[in-house]
């Protein structure tokens, strides 16, 4: 029944939308209506009122709602657990990033007397200082370097 009173209704939308459909509704209306009996005719109506009487409740002022005394607590905890969290990611950012720094300097160092020793090792062997050379491991496999000019 409500599908039927539901297209009744869209009908009823019709003829108040559109004008020159409102005598085209009302027959639809009428012959919707006409192949109910009389039970289903007196089903329909009572629908239709509780639907008005639905329609007809009071508004609801939500201009001001104060909340329960549980829903703030909890409020609250959730928004001190959020606060904590955030606290200790940063102070986790914050060693991460120190961490980082630290790192990154001792790779720098590390690199720095690689560089160096290599360059010591050009001198130990006289290499040309104004050649390039590249460091292979040594043809013979046997683990050792190799310098081999560019």
């Known amino acids: 029944m409500s599908v039927l009173n539901k297209l009744?209704?869209?009908?009823?939308?019709?003829?108040?939308?559109?004008?020159d459909l409102a005598n085209r509704a009302l027959l639809a209306s009428e012959t919707l209506r006409s192949?109910?009996?009389e039970e289903d005719?007196?089903?329909?109506?009572?629908?239709e009122d509780f639907e008005e009487e639905v329609e007809e409740e009071e508004e609801f002022d939500d201009s001001y709602i104060q909340v329960s005394s549980e829903?703030?607590?909890?409020?609250f905890d959730l928004r001190n657990n959020l606060d904590q969290?955030?606290?200790?990611?940063?102070?986790?950012m914050r060693d991460h990033e120190v961490k980082k720094i630290l790192m990154l300097e001792e790779i720098e160092h590390i690199r720095n007397t690689n560089e160096e020793w290599v360059e010591g090792l050009k001198q130990t062997y006289r290499l040309d200082?104004?050649?390039a050379y590249s460091v292979v491991i040594d043809e013979n496999n046997n683990g050792n370097l190799a310098f081999v000019k560019e």
């Open 8 to 19: 009744l209704n869209m009908l009823d939308d019709l003829k108040e939308e559109n004008p």
């Open 35 to 37: 192949g109910l009996s």
């Open 41 to 47: 005719l007196l089903d329909l109506e009572e629908e």
């Open 71 to 75: 829903d703030t607590a909890m409020f």
């Open 85 to 92: 969290k955030l606290k200790e990611y940063g102070i986790y």
């Open 129 to 131: 200082v104004n050649s």
